[in-house]
């Protein structure tokens, strides 16, 4: 019986042994877990900015001018002889024909002490690439009023830039690298360093005037600059 009983302790020693390095063990696969998952989680998120100076490669003018009269065939009348006074302005600047077209007609009419009045309005659209010929037509439109044309208001130039899908690759990585810049400032204040990028999103890419750069008469201007903003979030090491 006592031998019996030895082994039996023997066996209950050994038992609780292996519990405690299994539980020693699993609390210092615990403790650097965490201490691990708390290292994983630290990270920092900065924005960072690209900007670009552009020049517009689209210009479009959308030109609006009406007639008003008593009957539709010399109101008609006007309207053709305004039409073709902006064909040969735009002739006489070098534009092809295929660069000015129609764009609406638009014909209205209202009876006042039994009088018809009619009024219509026309649009003509110039749509060109060349932006230094579109520049030199705004700067002298005020020949066209001297043709007989009057502009009527929202008659404006309007300049494009098309090609942003060719310049969002590189803008993207410059706003990436200034963002590393500044979780490097960070990391570099509190002691720590900049690991690999933890997230990423890419902002709105916005097209405006240039500081300080405007048309002549104060509206589009080709000259842009394009910006975009990214937020980034880094792991500290």
Same mark, same amino acid.
Do not use: C, H
């Given at each position: 019986?006592?031998?019996?009983?030895? @082994?039996?302790?023997?066996?209950?020693?050994?038992?609780? &042994?292996?519990?405690?390095?299994?539980?020693?063990?699993?609390?210092?696969?615990?403790?650097?877990?965490?201490?691990?998952?708390?290292?994983? =989680?630290?990270? %920092?998120?900065?924005?960072?900015?690209?900007?670009?100076?552009?020049?517009?490669?689209?210009?479009?003018?959308?030109?609006?001018?009406?007639?008003?009269?008593?009957?539709?065939?010399?109101?008609?009348? *006007?309207? =053709?002889?305004?039409?073709?006074?902006?064909?040969?302005?735009?002739?006489?600047?070098?534009?092809?024909?295929?660069?000015?077209?129609?764009?609406?007609?638009? !014909?209205?009419?209202?009876?006042?002490?039994? %009088?018809?009045?009619?009024? %219509?309005?026309?649009?003509?659209?110039?749509?060109?690439?060349?932006?230094?010929?579109?520049? @030199?037509?705004?700067?002298?439109?005020?020949?066209? %009023?001297?043709?007989? !044309?009057?502009?009527? *208001?929202?008659?404006?130039? !309007?300049?494009?830039?098309?090609?942003?899908?060719?310049?969002?690759?590189?803008?993207?990585?410059?706003?990436?690298? =200034?963002?590393?810049?500044?979780?490097?400032?960070? &990391? @570099?204040?509190?002691?720590?360093?900049?690991?690999?990028? @933890?997230?990423?999103?890419?902002?709105?890419?916005?097209?405006?005037?240039?500081?300080?750069?405007?048309?002549?008469?104060?509206?589009?201007?080709?000259?842009?600059? !394009?910006?975009?903003?990214?937020?980034?979030?880094?792991?500290?090491?």
């Amino acid at each position: 019986m006592t031998g019996w009983t030895g @082994k039996t302790n023997a066996i209950l020693i050994g038992s609780a &042994a292996i519990l405690s390095l299994g539980i020693v063990t699993g609390g210092y696969l615990l403790g650097d877990g965490l201490t691990r998952a708390k290292a994983a =989680d630290r990270a %920092v998120t900065v924005r960072g900015l690209a900007e670009k100076d552009v020049t517009a490669d689209l210009a479009t003018w959308t030109i609006s001018y009406s007639a008003t009269g008593f009957d539709l065939p010399t109101v008609r009348s *006007e309207i =053709d002889a305004n039409s073709k006074a902006l064909q040969d302005y735009f002739r006489g600047m070098g534009f092809q024909p295929g660069d000015l077209k129609p764009s609406s007609t638009n !014909v209205s009419q209202y009876y006042n002490n039994g %009088v018809n009045t009619i009024t %219509v309005n026309q649009r003509m659209q110039l749509r060109t690439t060349d932006i230094a010929r579109a520049q @030199k037509a705004v700067a002298g439109q005020f020949d066209l %009023v001297r043709r007989g !044309v009057v502009l009527q *208001e929202g008659s404006g130039m !309007v300049y494009s830039f098309t090609r942003l899908n060719d310049i969002k690759p590189e803008m993207v990585a410059e706003a990436t690298r =200034d963002a590393r810049k500044s979780a490097e400032q960070f &990391a @570099k204040d509190s002691g720590t360093a900049v690991g690999r990028i @933890k997230s990423a999103t890419q902002g709105y890419f916005s097209i405006d005037a240039r500081d300080g750069d405007q048309s002549g008469g104060g509206g589009d201007t080709p000259y842009k600059k !394009v910006r975009v903003v990214t937020t980034v979030e880094f792991y500290l090491d």
